[in-house]
């Protein structure tokens, strides 16, 4: 058993509702009782969809279990196929439909419906949401492309002179992150470049679509997570070879056009050149020094926070000081991203255990999810959302992409804005004993009425400084490190949104040199040791 | 006119006292019974919910509420995960663990509930001997109880049925020579519970208690001289149990609206003998502000057809008040559960005819509703936003339950509740 408080991932089930709720014509018969009917609203609420998923729920009860749900299912399978007619049917059992083993697959099979009916097993016990939704695209494609498989050990056949280099987009799906308007990024993208987009899948992919995935010369693999078994089937099953890059950020972007150009056989120059992003100017202007060396921690799903990492480091010259995801099964690829930046990724659904990390570290920015955005405010450090799980709040009604180069600069933007802005932070840092313009009084267009609390006293340090002193205490001879009233005086005269970052250095200088007792000296000492 | 301004307009000519019902059995979109955990642990302040569940269970209390502004929130899921499956003499050792590392991290609860879900009832892992195993480990610090909130049992508002229906046992027996005291039973916001408060004392009922308490520590006690009175519709088990335990149920409708509040307070003043004039005397005043601030709303509802979809169980004390107060036409009336006795006072308001449903084919009731083509649309989440895209004005029922809406004072704000969707649809140029 694990003791959950929040979680980064729904069950397995809800992955395969993604998908489901992406496609059209595709109807989801899903053995579960009253109440599993909840996840309607994340795409009603939250996505704010106008159609209700293309679910429907046998909601069995305690007095059905006596009798026969296996019954209750059948009936639901014929009633949805009636009412809806779709053209395919997905089949499945939620957490508690697997316990009562009524067998969806076998019965659904019995009930003789005249479309294609795949089953799906997921277990709940075991997976979660990304892997559910992974599986179910995994099993849809190959239910329905599978007929149309090249035989064995036979090539592709060569594209005709003249025509269109074409490719599939493989990942969107609803309730995903900003994956409508990538979707429209990419597609741009290609299009400009000369490429056709055979199918997108299984964003509004109709079973038919499905069928025709093998008529492309690659795929394009937008979101791993959900995409990666299809691709890896279709390569085997039709020898398309898999675009690896995900185009999250310039260098992303470019690489990316790089290797669609290779696989479509032509020539990338031209078209690295006529794209555009302002990141990389914007990056350079004098405002963004300040953005040098901001200490970022960046968690989510692994295809996100590797990507943020990247961007965070090489396009806008920050330090990434913690890297993590929440999606085990890629764990490897975010260690050996994390490796590259020097530091341990964190591997964890906990949500606690990243809250101590963030704490840990004291960054100045996060790029997390909604998860993280909560511990960020708790804790005083501005955020920025990067990755599902989402929120209302990241289904903006404005286009705005996470990929390509108009994402590179969604990304600046989103990023930059809830730092201090440079001449902000520099005016700040001088006048900060000003009596009007301390970190305890409120901001001017508030008036004078509507004065701030006074700033919680750090909650970042009060968590932290036990952690710190432990992390010191190889040299530490005994006990934590504590600070004399005048150095703690002092500390306050710096600037609240560096405090942390100042408090933090100073107490690992002095762990280092077994101060037990923090002086104004030793915070000077420590300011001229670590130099900025 | 000479009548006092509390007088109650009589029942109509003809009621529906034993109306037919529609009966459903499909698919049914409503919440299960865990759902009430978002406002139960808010109501008792050192209680902690622990759901033994899936991670279905654990997402929807994510999901349902939004209710992540809370930290560490009071209430958490034990996730049972295939080892547990395997043996459940494992799976208690597990639980066992995990409530202990719970109660550790958190030192300030006193009652905590084991909340049953549905794999916990599938497998049957037998909460209730894990809580009185566990009760022996912690007592007195921690008293540990259990309920079911699971879907396979509870709708919705049912899962604060079975967590009172928990407590109930739990309570100290009053003294035999206890003289009667008023139990209001069902959670209402505190500051509505205040404002009943303040009438009870005027009209000089002295002995009056709230179940559940704010404090797990200052239960009321119960025992014959018990007579309760219940401020929610959705907790028959809970007065079955009060019963047993020799508490006498006051029947009255419940306290929506003016009309309810005041014929719920008349209900109680008339089982202590305190004149209706005394009564009367106390409630004038916001009797009066009640009417007037829900008169603010009868133009914009009056004449219109209003369609509910089965929810939170209050869904007929709230078309009697609709219907009685705001004068507007009830299309259909459905339920989760319909519990006849405890809305008998309620039904005896409504007219002839009302066509309600019970249970739920949520697709057949969607064609109904279509076809009815109402003015508004009482519904859940999953159904508010496909129903608006259709060109229908939905009201989401969730909001029902969170919102404070019992008593004088609020009786304005629940017929805002039902003006704002037609407000906003009115105001809306695009």
Known sequence: MQLTVWTYEGPPHVGAMRVATAMRDLHYVLHAPQGDTYADLLFTMIERRSKRPPVTYTTFQARDLGGDTAALFQTACHEAYERFRPKAMIVGASCTGELIQDDPAGLAKAGGLPIPVIPLELPSY????????????YQIVRHLAGPQALPPNSARPIRAAGEKPRCNLLGPTALGFRHRDDVRAVTGLLERMGIAINVTAPWEASPADIARLGNADFNVVLYPEIAGPAAQWLKRSFGQPIVSTVPIGVGATRDFITEVARLAEIDPAPFLKAEESRLPWYSRSVDSTYLTGKRVFIFGDATHAIAAARVAREELGFEVVGLGTYSREFARDVREAAARHGIEALITDDYLEVEARVAELQPELVLGTQMERHIAKR????????????????????????????????????????????????????FRDDFEFHDGAAPSHLGHASRAPARAAEPVIEVAAPAM?????????????????????????????VRGKARRNTESFAGQRGIRLITVETLYDAKAHFGR | MTTSPVILPGPPASSCSNPPILRERGQREVFCGLTGIMWLHRKIQDAFFLIVGSRTCAHLMQSAAGVMIFAEPRFATAIIEERDLAGLADANEELDRVVMRLLERRPDIRLLFLVGSCPSEVIKLDLSRAAKRLSERVAPAVRVLNYSGSGIETTFTQGEDACLAALVPSLAAAPADAPESLLVVGVLADAVED????????????????????????????GPGTRYLLAQPFLGETARLIESRGGQRIAAPFPLGAEGAAGWIHAA?????????????????????ARKAVSRYRDMLAGRRIFFFPDSQLEVPIARFLHRELGMELVEVGTPYFHKEHLAADLALLPAGTAFSEGQDVDRQLDRCRKAAPDIVVCGLGLANPLEAEGLTTKWAIELVFTPIQGFEQAGDLAELFARPLNRRARLEV
């Open chain 1, 379 to 430: 804790l005083g450090v501005p955020c920025a959302v990067i990755s599902a799980p989402v929120h209302v709040q990241d289904f903006p009604a404005r286009y705005s992409p996470q990929m390509g180069f108009e994402g590179a600069d969604v990304l600046f933007d989103t990023w930059v804005h809830p730092l201090m802005m440079g001449l902000e932070e520099h005016l700040l840092g001088m």
């Open chain 1, 469 to 497: 002193a432990e992390a010191a205490a190889p040299v530490v001879a005994d006990g934590p490190t504590g600070w004399a009233p005048e150095a703690e005086q002092e500390l306050r005269k710096i600037p609240f949104f």
């Open chain 1, 126 to 137: 075991q997976k979660k949401e990304n892997w559910g939704a992974a599986e179910t695209f």
């Open chain 2, 195 to 222: 404002q009943f408060r303040r009438i009870f004392a005027e009209i000089g009922i002295r002995h009056v208690d709230f179940l559940p308490a704010r404090k797990a520590g200052s239960m009321p006690s119960i």
């Open chain 2, 269 to 289: 003043g008339a089982t202590f003998g305190i004149a209706p004039a005394t009564i009367d005397a106390a409630i004038t005043a916001p009797l009066e502000r």
